[in-house]
């Protein structure tokens, strides 16, 4: 009979970033390392700068051994849910950025005609006001 996964999304990972309550996710897995921070060789602030986001990124450049990601996988509870949005440092989910973006690239062109004239104008002005010194 196959396990069940438990998914998570980054916005509850992120609730999990105090020393008595210490998730983090590495390569979409998430674990809950609250009972290891005492041991981490590192000492716990290490882990502590990375609980509640994606530590992938710190876990590599820390060069753990082989054995250290063996014990690392003896604390995964879940996944990162694939389909929840990201919140970004911003605020905002990867999605809205992707929504955002693309009706920008969709506005008309008399909404850019105003702000490009503007520029123009202010770039020639500039121009003027130099050649003059």
Do not use: N
């Not at 396990?3 to 998430?30: N, P, R, Y």
């Not at 014990?71 to 996944?79: H, N, P, Q």
């Not at 440092?89 to 004239?117: N, R």
């Amino acid at each position: 009979m196959p396990t069940l996964t438990k998914l998570f999304s980054m916005q509850e990972i992120s609730q999990h970033k105090a020393k008595d309550d210490c998730w983090l996710v590495i390569d979409g897995k998430v674990y809950d390392v609250t009972t290891y921070l005492d041991e981490h060789p590192g000492g716990d602030d290490v882990v502590l700068e990375v609980t509640g986001k994606d530590a992938k990124e710190e876990f590599e450049d820390a060069g753990h051994s082989k054995s250290a990601r063996e014990l690392l996988e003896t604390f995964c509870i879940g996944e990162l849910d694939p389909d929840a949005p990201v919140i970004t440092k911003h605020g905002i989910s990867s999605m809205q950025h992707a929504h955002f973006v693309y009706k920008l690239k969709e506005l008309p062109l008399q909404y850019w005609a105003v702000p490009a004239a503007l520029v123009g104008i202010s770039v020639v002005v500039g121009f003027q006001f130099l050649h003059k010194k």
